[in-house]
Nanobody, 126 residues
Framework: QVQLVESGGGSVQAGGSLRLSCSASGYTYSLYHLGMAWFRQAPGKEREGVAAVDSDDKIAYADSVKGRFTISQNNAKNTLYLQMNSLKPEDAAMYYC??????????????????WGQGTQVTVSS
């Protein structure tokens, strides 16, 4: 079992920046086999993948955030970050951290992640 706790959400104006963090704990399997990702869900919309990094350090971004968001991990690989720059009103959503030990072809497919955090709200005003 893996517990994920997100932090760092908040309210910003368009063009601003936020940094989200996700702390992973409770695992018994090696951290280095854990793939992690950020997803978001706005009211009335489906959950969508934002950015992900797998256990081989392969990274994927949604087209809508490329060049603006950066995903990273600490050296211990127990904390995941999402640096969000040049935020737009359409980036506003609940952001969730996800993790799983299984390998996946599509890093941004939410149905392949077994562990989820409670989410942190991001609000972007125009």
């Amino acid at each position: 079992q893996v517990q994920l706790v997100e932090s760092g959400g908040g309210s910003v104006q368009a063009g601003g920046s936020l940094r989200l963090s996700c702390s992973a704990s409770g695992y018994t399997y090696s951290l280095y086999h854990l793939g992690m990702a950020w997803f978001r869900q706005a009211p009335g919309k489906e959950r969508e993948g934002v950015a992900a990094v797998d256990s081989d350090d392969k990274i994927a971004y949604a087209d809508s955030v490329k060049g603006r968001f950066t995903i990273s991990q600490n050296n211990a690989k127990n904390t995941l970050y999402l640096q969000m720059n040049s935020l737009k009103p359409e980036d506003a959503a609940m952001y969730y951290c996800a993790a799983d030990f299984r390998k996946r072809r599509n890093l941004l497919e939410h149905r392949t992640y077994n562990f989820w955090g409670q989410g942190t709200q991001v609000t972007v005003s125009s």
